[in-house]
């Protein structure tokens, strides 16, 4: 079983609407969690990271939070764009080498 | 823009060829990775390199082999290469160290089709 789950896995929203991406692992322990963007064709990008005494930080329209007690992270895009469209991945830095454990993605489709 | 060079972007071959992908960095980072993206998976670690002829396996290392010569060159050898290796596969380089603040930046991925 993956440490990093995502959910949904696809979503399918409006040009204009909010959005929230959810993220649960159990890696641990834990070090620190990071929002990926990876476009069609292209290497995921860092959006944020996030460590283990912050619960949120915004990146523009991107607000990740963090809850290091229950185990899950969100990833809110406000007033979505269609250049939001692509696949966000949550990765978790830890366990006992800090390895980074990747989630299989959500792929977010922004229609006009 | 992290300077990291995949080639080739596309290659379709045969079952049984043999297949090396190359992974360039202008920037001389020490950590180097090769990953694979599937769908319905997240990217999982091929093999690593912490320096110049040092390297390690990763999770699913399995008829994969790796080269590191030089510090800007990470390369990723399928033997025989098998209709289950066609994926999309990424190098990336980590910033700031192995601790809980390296960051990894990626390549623009190999597309590998294996008929």
């Known amino acids: 079983k993956n440490q990093v789950e995502q959910s949904p896995q696809s979503l399918i929203i409006l040009e204009g609407k909010n959005c929230t991406l959810q993220?649960?692992?159990?890696?641990?322990?834990?070090?620190?969690l990071r929002w990926y963007k990876q476009d069609t064709g292209r290497g995921p990008v860092s959006l944020t990271i996030?460590?283990?005494?912050?619960n949120t930080k915004s990146n523009g329209r991107y607000t990740a939070t963090l809850d290091a007690d229950t185990k899950q992270s969100s990833l809110h895009i406000t007033a979505s764009q269609l250049s939001d469209s692509a696949s966000y991945i949550c990765?978790?830095?830890?366990?006992?080498?800090?390895?980074?454990?990747f989630g299989a993605g959500t792929r977010l489709t922004v229609k006009p | 823009d992290a300077g990291i060079t995949q080639s080739p972007r596309h290659k379709v071959t045969e079952t049984g060829t043999p297949v090396t992908l190359r992974c360039h960095q202008t920037?001389?980072?020490?950590?180097m990775y090769w990953y694979r993206q599937d769908p319905g998976h997240g990217l999982r670690l091929i093999h690593y390199?912490?320096?110049?002829?040092?390297?390690d396996k990763g999770e699913v290392s399995d008829g994969y082999s790796v080269s590191r010569s030089k510090t800007e060159d990470f390369l990723l050898t399928l033997e025989s290469a098998t209709s289950s290796q066609t994926s999309v596969y990424f190098c990336?380089?980590?910033?700031?160290?192995?601790?809980?603040?390296?960051?990894?930046?990626f390549g623009e991925g190999s597309r590998l089709t294996v008929l």
């Open positions: 990336a380089i980590r910033i700031g160290g192995t601790g809980a603040g390296g960051e990894l930046f």
């Open positions: 993220c649960n692992y159990t890696v641990s322990p834990f070090s620190n």
């Open positions: 996030m460590t283990f005494s912050e």
């Open positions: 990765v978790v830095i830890g366990g006992n080498n800090n390895d980074m454990r």
């Open positions: 920037e001389n980072h020490r950590y």
């Open positions: 390199s912490y320096g110049v002829k040092d390297t």
